[in-house]
């Protein structure tokens, strides 16, 4: 089952067509009944049925037709955590730096560059002492510190560039 085979299936099952389903799609009616008629196959059930002029979903069909629709929205959910994963959004970084920088000079512009960078990304920022911005790093309540200091930590698992 191609994801082609479950659009042309959704298309038909929503204008109840195989034609007007070829137009949405814009592809060829053939090729819409070619691609119902190998799902057909592949499930072993027939989706639709014919009633005089009247398109219909078979109750096979109808089944199909919530595991498409629940596929689809799955799908977008998926698509939109990826999306958020890779902006950033929705996520906080937690920045320490020295006590001694200038909260106005450094501080807005470190958060004008980030939100350039990660627009959905939350930054908090605190100032601590070194001492104490390594003790917070390290127990996970800090994600990065940065400082002018040279210092190379003594703590394992710790390392500076």
């Not at 037709?65 to 950033?88: F, N």
């Not at 450094?106 to 070194?130: D, M, N, Q, S, V």
Request: aromatic share 8%; net charge negative.
């Amino acid at each position: 089952m191609t994801e082609n085979q479950l659009n042309c299936f959704a298309a038909v099952c929503e204008t109840m067509s195989f034609s007007r389903a070829a137009n949405r799609l814009y592809i060829s009616q053939p090729a819409v009944s070619k691609s119902i008629s190998k799902l057909e196959e592949e499930l072993g059930s027939e989706l639709f049925a014919q009633v005089g002029s009247r398109l219909s979903l078979t109750p096979a069909g109808e089944i199909f037709y919530e595991y498409v629709q629940l596929l689809r929205r799955e799908r977008e959910e998926l698509m939109e955590k990826l999306e958020k994963l890779r902006t950033g959004e929705g996520r906080t970084l937690r920045l320490g730096c020295p006590e001694t920088w200038d909260p106005a000079f450094f501080t807005e512009k470190l958060e004008r560059c980030f939100a350039e960078a990660a627009p959905g990304c939350r930054l908090i920022i605190e100032a601590h002492r070194l001492s104490e911005l390594l003790l917070r790093l390290q127990n996970g309540t800090l994600d990065l510190v940065i400082s002018h200091e040279f210092y190379t930590p003594s703590i394992p698992g710790l390392a500076v560039k």
